[in-house]
Every structure is written in C-alpha cells, then in structure tokens.
C-alpha cells in the first residue's frame, strides 16, 4: 500500500506537470462531474453548511453555490499538485501581490509579522509567492502528512524558492526560533477544531451561528507582540490570483482578549458573502457546539 500510494503522488506530479494550465482546468471540469456529480465527495457536509450559513436562499441558490464550490474545489486540488512544478514566474505572474507596500514599514523596522488567511481561493500557492515577492523570511505552517516520503519532498517543493514549512505541533517553537529574524508567519486560522481543544476555543457569530476558531492564531500574536495582516485571495479568473494586503492590528496586546479572533472572523466572513463558491465548504466547521 506504502508503495503504490507513493507510485501515484509522483505519477500524478510528473503528469500534472506535463499538462498546459488550459488543458489543466479542461481535466478539472472532467473531475468536477465525477467528485460532484458521480461520487458526491462530502455533499451533505456542503449541503448544511450552506443552508446553515444562508438560511435566506432558496434550495435552488444552494444548489448553484454547490456546484460552483465544486469546480472551485477540484480547480484547487488539480493547482496544488501543479504547485510542484510551476516555475518562480509562473508563481508570480499567477499569484501575485498588488500591495506588498504595505508591508515595507515592518520590513524597515525589521519586526516579523503574522500573515493570516483562510482556505478562500487558492491558499495553497501563498507558500511559494510570499517568499518571491516579499524581503521577509517566510515561514509557513502546515499539517505534516503521514506518509513520511512524500511528506519530505512536500517540504522540500514548498521550500524550493525560499519559504520554510514548520509543522503546526512545533508551532511555538518555530515563533521563538525565527521571531528575531523578520519573518512572516504564513496561518490558515479557519480550520476545524479537534474536540480535545474545545476548551481553549474563541467563539465568535461567524456566517449567522456561533462558532468555534482555534486560538492559536491570535495566541502567538500576543505573546509574540506581533503585527497581523490580513492575507485577501481573490480569483481573477482561472489560474489567477491577486493577493491584497491589509493590516489587521499593529499591536495584538492593546486589544480585548478575543478581539483579535473576532476581527479576523469578520474580515474573513465579509470576504466569503461577496462570493461564497470559492471557501472550503466541504470541511466540518461546524462539528462543535458551545
């Protein structure tokens, strides 16, 4: 089994790279009709999660956002194994920054930061662009798999132009290793939380229920000082991407315990009702109850 799983990633690498981008999102709209139409790749987690966070669209509203989600589903997953041989220009050309200004103050005074997001569009990409279009040292977090030979040419292709990847249980480590170094920090804050974290949960009113977000997030803000800005992810059509910059605080520690959080979980929600299709619908955000 360890093998033949291994025989697969690297086959589909080699011929995923071999494909031109338009051919790309032909094979991706081919897969779509299976992982929607066929399969039903977590429908009915899709299904409440929208009709939890749109109470006021009708069945057929739904059923469009599902079917839009679902080719922006398999798009990703078909440009996060091209990731692994896009060239830096491709990179740049395709995820590209229209205000890495906004980051020259902190880069001049030589403080890290905190770069935030959610899995909005393609946050798989972030991991390359940010180390070619910024001067900071970039760190990205990420949950290592358990396949221990593809997760270390993961690492190595994600490192190819510059990031580091650090797994999320060394999360605190890596923040006392490279703070001093002006780096930003590259979290995914929206994922789902294990059961056992429930405790150290920030709740927040999040697309119309309450809502569990990992404080890890806004933890290492804190007990860092760090700035956070906001990382915006757009689709300008398929297979680019704009990113927008924005400052979410400058200073975590003058504000409330669990502001942080909120302020994140508003950004990314007014993000997410402009165009819905394109966050990760199929995850169990809402498995936990307060």
Not at 145 to 170: C, H, M, P
Not at 174 to 188: D, G
Request: proline residues 3%.
């Amino acid at each position: 089994m360890f093998y033949i799983e291994l025989f697969s990633f690297f086959l589909a690498i080699i011929l995923i790279g071999l494909i031109p981008f338009p051919i790309l999102y032909g094979l991706s709209s081919l897969f779509y009709f299976f992982v929607y139409r066929v399969f039903g790749y977590r429908k009915n987690v899709v299904l409440s999660n929208l009709q939890g966070s749109f109470p006021e669209k009708s069945s057929e509203e739904i059923k469009r956002l599902m079917s839009l989600f679902y080719i922006h589903l398999t798009d990703v997953l078909l440009e996060g194994v091209k990731a692994f041989t896009m060239s830096s220009r491709q990179v740049r050309k395709r995820h590209r920054i229209i205000n890495p200004e906004v980051l020259e103050h902190f880069y001049k005074n030589k403080q890290s930061i905190i770069g935030v997001t959610g899995h909005y569009c393609n946050w798989e990409w972030g991991s390359l662009s940010a180390s070619l279009q910024t001067p900071f040292n970039t760190v990205a977090f990420y949950m290592p798999l358990q396949n221990k030979t593809i997760d270390k040419f993961v690492r190595w292709s994600r490192s190819r132009f510059g990031t580091t990847l650090a797994s999320v249980a060394e999360t605190s480590i890596t923040f006392e290793k490279y703070n001093n170094s002006s780096t930003v920090f590259l979290m995914a804050a929206d994922q789902g939380m294990a059961s056992k974290y429930k405790s150290m949960a920030i709740w927040v009113q999040f697309l119309n229920r309450d809502t569990a977000f990992l404080h890890g997030m806004e933890k290492h803000a804190r007990n860092n000082n760090l700035p956070v800005v906001y990382v915006d992810v757009q689709r300008v059509k398929r297979g680019y991407y704009t990113v927008e910059l924005s400052v979410l605080t400058i200073n975590p520690n003058e504000l409330p315990e669990g502001k942080l959080t909120e302020m994140y979980a508003q950004k990314l929600e007014s993000i997410i009702l402009k165009k819905p299709e394109n966050w990760l619908w199929s995850h169990r955000r809402w498995k936990m109850s307060r």
